[in-house]
């Protein structure tokens, strides 16, 4: 079946600095990546869409300059979020989809900022 | 807006029982419905994919249907092990949109005692 590695599972910084996740589709060819977003005991909340090859669409709140998308290939995206804060610290989970069937979520990122 | 509901937030049951976790939506114009499993800290895991067209799925222990016009549809788990306590997320697929992500409900949390 499909297969979207996501990486790194965990991830610590500090206060100010970048940290980049990055989100794989193995065994197909993702035409559409999903960022998303999940705080505890809450449902998961949609950040932004990535088309390869194309700039990605953010949902309303989201800040682009913020939560920077990449979508270089049909198999690989990144998050890359800047100048972290504590409130930043969350559960981040990326999703893809080759066509108009399901969705294949990675394994998610916890991001602790200190 | 779409808005997915998912009753009750939690249940806990004891092994072997049969059960039914239910997902509401408040649109009925859908692409398709889906069901996943996530455990504590995890990424989420598919289990049934049901198209606007059909009315269940079922694999293995589980049977999920949908009723698009009452904008219901329900997960059946049968006889339940204690390997099944985990969240279960409802997630419809909307027509267009942006680029037709999934809209969540906040999930039910199921512990099955042995």
């Known amino acids: 079946g499909a297969v979207v590695s996501q990486h790194p599972s965990r991830v610590i910084c500090k206060s100010g600095t970048s940290v980049k996740i990055e989100c794989r589709s193995l065994d197909f060819q993702a035409t559409t990546m999903f960022w998303y977003r999940q705080f505890p005991k809450q449902s998961l909340m949609l950040m932004a869409t990535s088309n390869e090859g194309s700039k990605a669409t953010y949902e309303q709140g989201v800040e682009k300059d913020k939560f920077l998308i990449n979508h270089a290939s049909l198999t690989l995206s990144t998050l890359t979020v800047t100048s972290a804060h504590p409130e930043d610290s969350s559960f981040y989970i990326c999703s893809a989809t080759g066509g108009d069937y399901g969705y294949t979520f990675g394994s998610g990122t916890r991001l602790t900022v200190v | 807006k779409q808005e997915v509901t998912q009753i009750p937030a939690a249940l806990s049951v004891p092994e072997g029982e049969n059960l039914v976790l239910n997902c509401s939506f408040t649109d009925s114009a859908i692409y398709n419905l889906q069901w996943f499993r996530q455990d504590p800290g995890k990424g989420l895991t598919s289990l049934l994919l049901i198209q606007s067209s059909q009315r269940e799925q079922t694999s293995g222990r589980l049977n999920a249907s949908l009723d698009k016009s009452s904008g219901r549809s329900t997960l059946y788990i049968a006889a339940s092990q204690p390997g099944d306590s985990a969240t279960y997320l409802c997630?419809?697929?909307?027509?267009?949109?942006?680029?037709?992500?999934?809209?969540f409900g906040k999930g039910t949390k199921l512990s099955v005692k042995p």
């Open positions: 997630a419809v697929r909307r027509y267009g949109g942006s680029q037709g992500n999934l809209i």
